[in-house]
């Protein structure tokens, strides 16, 4: 945006010096060309470029960036793309203790009065990953949230028993409020689900407040909650006629999150759990790993999704339904070569397209789930996993070109952070070249905000079911909003 802002100034001074020159022409300007304005273009608008609007690009729109629509990003849609904004309920404890997302800063945010008696105050609890304890009246304050653009709130919340609430109110815990979380019943203290909230206009920054409601009871525990702008079924990126009167001469298309991989017939997405151990489960393979809470947390939301592979196991229900137990997850193997526990198997890009992809594993994927580097990790070189990790993104994406592939930054482990940590810096940069190349591919967090002192069993490599818990959350904040209802 900063570059047109210096061609429109360019243009605007090249057209005040042309008001000093004599006019050849027979129009009524002081430029030599033969429209009626003052700069040296043929359109009838005072700026440098080649439309009929007023600012300084040719896209046919009033707003000075590249697209063709009138908001302030560099996509042809009609939304401000407004990322969602999470924080970890464990940040009214400060910064150091959860993953507050940038919202909030050092360790002035705990202030929790709540009800007389220790009982009643909230706690940290579930490995210092959850809220609870949270009692009628007692609250969480949240500092410096800029509320600006965003449209509703959700909380990952657990109750057992209806009637439950939290209120979000500003800068006090009486102070105005702007949104009512009903908390559903759960079914106990340990599963948790998604309630959302629709949020009164509030705008600027503020200390945000999560009130437990005054009824006498424990609300609900919690986990987490989210800032963001509720978007229509097929987002907002409709691309819509400008209201200008120049035509459009962009050509931008969408390759961010705004892509739907699912069906719209009614049938189930198609999810290829793709890795190593960590994705088949091991750790807690009775719950499948990640992919049980995962499955339970698509159920309750009232989403269609299946999973494919070539392996299978897992639970025979979740939450109440028929669990599909295909996976690609290999044990001890790497992203294309040989490691230290893979018995002779160059990696689980041997698996793409077959048998990963045949029609006995479950046929094409919509959605790819791709964690795969912690076994590659014992051989320190992060810049030769990156060059695996993108050989192998691309080997999925030509398989499948109408795929959504979400790579994960994979999950801390002590012995191996030397080299995890720049391979992990390293994705997001893979993944937006990869995206501006055409291919649909977008990048998960399950690094940061992961404790493997809570959330490891003892190998000191495999989540337990804490951590599962955790990746699962992370895998349906990244696809939940694109499954089919």
């Not at 009626?36 to 896209?59: A, E, H, L, R």
């Not at 955790?470 to 696809?479: C, D, K, S, V």
Request: aromatic share 8%.
């Amino acid at each position: 945006m900063g570059g047109w802002t210096s061609l429109w100034m360019v243009c605007l001074v090249s057209a005040l010096v042309g008001c000093t020159g004599a006019d050849s022409g027979a129009q009524s300007d002081a430029d030599s060309d033969a429209d009626s304005d003052s700069d040296g273009d043929s359109d009838g608008d005072s700026d440098g470029d080649t439309d009929s609007d007023s600012d300084g690009d040719s896209d046919g729109d009033s707003d000075a960036d590249s697209d063709g629509d009138s908001d302030a990003d560099s996509d042809a849609d009609s939304d401000a793309d407004l990322p969602p904004l999470r924080i970890e309920a464990e940040c009214a404890w400060g910064a150091d203790v959860g993953d507050c997302n940038g919202a909030v800063e050092g360790g002035t945010n705990a202030a929790l009065p709540g009800q007389d008696g220790a009982d009643s105050i909230p706690l940290l609890k579930e490995g210092d990953q959850v809220v609870g304890y949270f009692y009628a009246g007692s609250w969480l304050a949240f500092p410096g949230i800029d509320l600006s653009g965003y449209t509703h709130v959700a909380a990952y919340v657990a109750r057992d028993g209806a009637g439950g609430s939290f209120e979000v109110r500003l800068d006090a815990p009486d102070g105005e409020l702007i949104g009512t979380i009903s908390v559903p019943d759960t079914g106990d203290w340990s599963t948790f689900q998604q309630a959302t909230a629709e949020l009164s206009g509030a705008t600027g920054v503020h200390t945000v407040y999560l009130v437990s409601a005054d009824n006498g009871t424990y609300n609900g525990d919690v986990d987490w909650i989210e800032f963001f702008v509720e978007e229509a079924p097929d987002d907002t990126e409709t691309d819509d006629p400008d209201t200008d009167t120049g035509p459009d001469t962009d050509t931008d298309t969408d390759t961010d999150t705004g892509y739907h991989p699912c069906p719209t017939d009614g049938s189930p997405c198609r999810i290829l759990p793709f890795g190593d151990s960590i994705t088949f489960g091991v750790g807690d393979e009775g719950n499948a790993g990640y992919r049980g809470p995962l499955f339970g947390m698509a159920v309750t939301a009232g989403k269609e999704i299946t999973f494919t592979g070539s392996l299978s196991n897992g639970p025979a229900e979740v939450s109440g339904e028929s669990f599909p137990p295909r996976n690609e997850g290999h044990s001890g193997w790497g992203i294309s070569t040989v490691t230290t526990w893979s018995n002779g198997n160059a990696g689980i890009a041997i698996r793409i397209p077959s048998p990963a992809f045949d029609s006995s594993s479950g046929g094409l994927p919509h959605i790819v789930l791709l964690h795969i580097g912690t076994n590659d990790a014992t051989e320190p070189d992060a810049d030769k996993m990156i060059d695996r990790l993108e050989g192998l993104v691309i080997k999925v994406a030509d398989a499948a070109p109408d795929a959504l592939i979400v790579v994960a930054q994979i999950i801390p482990l002590d012995w191996a952070n030397s080299t995890i940590d720049p391979y992990n810096a390293a994705i997001p940069g893979m993944v937006q070249e990869l995206s501006a190349a055409g291919r649909h591919v977008m990048t998960v967090d399950m690094n940061t905000g992961f404790n493997p002192s809570a959330m490891l069993t003892g190998d000191n490599i495999h989540p337990n079911g804490a951590g599962y818990q955790f990746m699962a959350e992370r895998w349906y904040a990244a696809i939940g909003p694109l499954l089919p209802d």
